[in-house]
Each structure stands twice: as C-alpha cells, then as structure tokens.
C-alpha cells in the first residue's frame, strides 16, 4: 500500500465517523476518486424480489457468451447450477444470493413439522415411532424405525384385515416433500390397483418416520407389502423431493437391498400422479413374482 492508498483510506474512516479530514491544515482532496452510491430502486419498506422464483433451468448470466443459443438448450435440460457467470474470482451477487436460499430451504424443511391435521384432513390414522420430538428423530434413527405399544395398538386398530398391500405416508426428513405429493400419489397408487383387483390397507400417517418404521409394520399386520411414501433429504435443486420404498414380506431385519425404491417425485423430476400411476403397476409385478429390490431386477433379467 502506498502512501496515497493510505492517506485515501485513513480519510474514509474519518469520513465515516462524521469529521472532514485535513491535511497540514489545508482543505483535503482525494487523489483517487471516491465510488459514488448508486441508486438501488427500492425505498425502505420495500420486499426485494424473491430469487427462488427464477428458474434455474433459464438462468444464464454468463457475459458475452460464444454461443448463448446453444448453451442454454443446454440449461433446460437440468437444474444444475450452470452458466452462473462471474465476478473476479467469485461468483456474481444473484448466483450467491439463490445458492443461501436453497440451502436455507433446506434447512427448513428438514427441521418443520407436517400440519397437525394432515392426517385427519386426508382420512389417514397418525400413528407415532418412538421419537418423542424432531431433535430426537434427527439424532436417533433408530428410534424412528419402531413403535411403542401404544401406537402398535393404534396401528393393529386401524388395520383390522391383514391386507395384501399397506400404503404409509411417512414424514421423513422432508415436511414439504408430503404436503406436496404425498395425497396426489397415493390417490393414483390406490386407483391404479383398484383397477388391478389388488385390495389395499387404510393409509397409515406416521409421524417422525425412517424406512425401517415399514418393517415394524409389517410385524404388527402381518400384510404382505408395504409400500412406504416418505420425505426425502432435502438438496439445493429441491426441498419436496419424496420417495416410495416398496418391501415385499416386510419385517424387522430385512436388507436394505430387499427393498424396490422409486425417487425424485417432485415436480422437477417424476410429477406425483405419474409416479403413483407407475408404482401401482410394479406393485402388481411385485405380488406376482413374490420378491422386490435387486433380487426382483435378477428375476427379470434373467
């Protein structure tokens, strides 16, 4: 730093304590010029536009591209964080700005609770595993993988007929991810093997759920699948990402490779409907060969 930067430097610090600075007892005059504040367009009171309203899939801020048209067919073909432009050596305030939203949503979600009434709003039974609260579910899974008595009760209650195949809602480690899809899945899941002749269980709700609560079920009825809907982690292209894990023969135990799973139901990826509409098809696949997860891919391959 030379001494024309220093002396610059040391007047903008007195300038910001409310003082003129002087030199030698004279008037004092910059040697470099000083940035002027810019208007910004908002006054105090205003909202700032909100960034997670821009789609990813058009956002390209690259300056002076080569070849714009080209790159951003690219683009619509993913949601990844493509074409973000730079300013210097780091990226430019908007891309920044998106990438701290997405992960703040994130966070959220993991940490919110579905709605109290979700499960009586959509004639489902809520049932709880052993997790007494969400801190608890985050940091003990596998006490979100079993039920006390109380709720085993509830559960042999609400599933007096051993059915051929249970549906369970469970709250996973994304509330947005079933208040989103959840409903409109299992509707198309339950249309799709009414049309098939399969007879289905009441939904079950349960409330801090892992994978594993599943097989505990599977225990307490006695059904011979599950098919389990649950919020999935939630990542920086999407929050309300769900999952359906489908386990033939469900019980304490099982291998995780005994398990057929169906990802990315979310707008972004398989819309909801759709992707009910598929499971109730390998549904049907699944009571016939008697078998799901790798060794059902081995069956039909073979």
Known sequence: MNKQELTAMVAEILGQMGREPTVKASDYHPTAPQPRQTDS????????????????????????????????????????????????????????????????????????????????????????????????????????????????????????????????????????AICANAMDCVAAIRDGLKLRGIETGSPLFVRYCRVGAGDAIGDITGCELVCMLVGER??????????????????????????????????????????GAHIAGLLETILKKKVSGVALHLEEGA
């Not at 608890?136 to 596998?142: F, G, K």
């Not at 292209?237 to 490779?257: C, F, H, N, Q």
């Open 41 to 176: 367009g908002y006054s105090d009171g205003d909202f700032v536009p909100d960034v997670t309203a821009l789609n990813l899939r058009k956002l390209y801020l690259v300056e002076h591209p080569e070849k714009p048209d080209q790159f951003r067919l690219l683009k619509e073909k993913t949601p990844a964080r493509l074409g973000c432009g730079k300013a210097g050596a780091r990226y430019k305030t908007l891309t920044m700005l998106r990438f701290r939203a997405d992960h703040a949503a994130a966070q959220d979600t993991v940490f919110s609770q579905v709605p109290e009434d979700f499960a009586v709003k959509n004639g489902m039974v809520e049932v709880k595993t052993r997790c007494r609260d969400k801190d608890e579910y985050l940091t003990r899974p596998d006490l979100g993988r079993c039920f006390d008595e109380e709720n085993a009760q509830k559960i042999r209650s609400a599933v007096r007929n051993t059915p051929r195949v249970q549906l369970v809602v469970g709250d996973g480690l994304s509330s947005a």
């Open 234 to 275: 939630p990542g920086l292209v999407t929050d309300k990402s769900m999952s359906a894990y489908i386990t033939y023969r469900p019980r304490t135990g099982v291998l995780e490779s005994a398990r057929t799973v169906v990802s990315n139901i979310h707008a972004q990826g398989t819309p909801a409907v759709e992707a």
